[in-house]
T-cell receptor, first 111, second 108 residues
């Protein structure tokens, strides 16, 4: 089954404790990206990657890092999480940027 | 700047037709996409307009006019399961920019 898998789905952590949200896709897509969704603000792109070892900033990259060492994986790293990073995060992939396939989302709370 | 404007909420009656508009202030983008998101779920792709004109997929149609900086999603024969949020999005320089979403309420 074609899918984008994110883990963890739910996480509560404390300020400053590094965490990684993993994202994996099995569709051989070149394009992968991360979004955060906050009430009233819609989906905002954090980082995207056009292919292995090619990443670039989206609209809200501050406080986040990503890596793309393999085509299927695109982890999101929060080196020192802060409460303003409490949000719902989605990973997505596509062959081109016209049709995104989203993961189920990861709800993160930073205390 | 780059922004997409959508109504925050729209209400329609079951069985009716509803149009959700999306206006934008950005140029040089590749196409306009639409996504549906139910409460607690992930966005799912509905349609993509690479060119001006109308694209039809079952009960859903989407339209793009680059000259008017405008697009819309048309939902026909509304069903209760269509109650959801709908987002327009553009692809510009490999970045994806989403509108803030339109919450569609359907009355029986």
């Amino acid at each position: 089954e074609a899918q984008v898998t994110q883990n963890p789905r739910y996480l509560i952590t404390v300020t400053g404790k590094k965490l990684t949200v993993t994202c994996s896709q099995n569709m051989n897509h070149e394009y992968m990206s991360w979004y955060r969704q906050d009430p009233g603000l819609g989906l905002r792109q954090i980082y995207y990657s056009m292919n292995v070892e090619v990443t670039d900033k989206g609209d809200v990259p501050e406080g986040y890092k990503v890596s793309r060492k393999e085509k299927r994986n695109f982890p999101l790293i929060l080196e020192s999480p802060s409460p303003n990073q409490t949000s719902l995060y989605f990973c997505a992939s596509s062959l081109q940027t016209g049709e995104l396939f989203f993961g189920e989302g990861s709800r993160l709370t930073v205390l | 700047g780059q922004s997409l404007e959508q109504p925050s909420e729209v209400t329609a009656v079951e069985g009716a037709i509803v149009q959700i508009n999306c206006t934008y202030q950005t140029s040089g983008f590749y196409g306009l996409s639409w996504y549906q998101q139910h409460d607690g779920g992930a966005p799912t792709f509905l349609s993509y307009n690479a060119l001006d004109g109308l694209e039809e997929t079952g009960r859903f149609s989407s339209f793009l006019s680059r000259s008017d900086s405008y697009g819309y999603l048309l939902l026909q024969e509304l069903q209760m399961k269509d109650s959801a949020s709908y987002f327009c999005a553009v692809n510009r320089d490999d970045k994806i920019i989403f509108g803030k979403g339109t919450r569609l309420h359907i009355l029986p």
